[in-house]
């Protein structure tokens, strides 16, 4: 099938924490269904129906292998061809994907967000725009502690722990250096009102033209 013309995908990555899905979903929110799509990288975390809980919960969660980019990739080139796809859905409190599925139908501009977004050259030059959100690690890690507490059935001590041992090194190896192949850094995410503007009249001019 030929690839539809009119899709541009907008990938926003940043830090845990930063503030990238805040930001996605104001800008998905402010248009309809039949005109922005969201995907997101973190359903598509790989299964991980052979271990215990206590096993997945040891797993380093911010490595590009922990991904199956594959098949979100396969997913991107699917909708960019104008075809619906089920999207997995994670469940943090297991540390695995739920049984669950959304279905994403494709429209003419899809908005994907994840940490290690542009981590990985497949997914990165699938990708017409780049933002990375920029937000120090000190307000990051206190967004991410209140979150996992609040969200992600978390103790503060898991938190800590898994913030020194992979989530830290991690960014430090592949998330921040991955900011140099965005087009735009915003600083602070969802709540910068200037930039969610420019990136809402963006999508208006290409739906405009779509
Ligand atoms: N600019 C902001 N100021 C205060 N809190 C924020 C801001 N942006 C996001 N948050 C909060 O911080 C937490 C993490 O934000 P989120 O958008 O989920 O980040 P990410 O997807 O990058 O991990 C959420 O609870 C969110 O409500
Ligand atoms: N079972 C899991 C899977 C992922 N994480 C963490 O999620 C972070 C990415 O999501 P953000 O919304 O914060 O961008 C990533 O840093 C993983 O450590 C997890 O804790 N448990």
Redesign the pocket.
């Given at each position: 099938m030929a690839e539809a013309k009119n899709t541009i995908l907008i990938g926003i990555a940043?830090?845990?924490?930063?503030?990238?899905?805040?930001?996605a979903d104001k800008v998905v929110d402010s248009f309809g269904r039949d005109e922005v799509s969201i995907l997101r990288h973190d359903n598509y975390y790989k299964r991980h129906d052979e271990m215990n809980y206590e096993d997945r919960s040891k797993l380093n969660y911010d490595h590009p292998d922990a991904f199956d980019t594959e098949l979100l990739c396969e997913h991107i080139k699917e909708l960019k061809k104008g075809k619906a796809i089920q999207m997995p859905v994670y469940d943090y409190t297991i540390h695995n994907r739920s049984d669950k599925t959304i279905l994403v139908e494709p429209a003419p501009v899809i908005v994907l967000?994840g940490?290690l977004i542009f981590a990985e050259p497949s997914l990165c030059e699938l990708m017409d725009i780049r933002v990375f959100?920029d937000t120090d690690a000190d307000v990051r890690i206190l967004?991410?502690i209140?979150?996992d507490v609040k969200d992600r059935g978390r103790s503060l001590d898991s938190v800590i722990n898994q913030y020194l041992t992979t989530v830290k090194p991690m960014h430090e190896q592949f998330v921040e250096p991955s900011k140099r192949r965005a087009d735009i850094i915003i600083p602070?995410?969802?709540?910068?009102a200037v930039a969610l503007e420019m990136l809402i009249q963006r999508v208006r001019k290409h739906l405009e033209e779509a």
């Open positions: 940043g830090g845990t924490g930063s503030g990238k899905t805040t930001l967000e940490i959100v967004r991410r209140v979150r602070e995410g969802g709540e910068n």
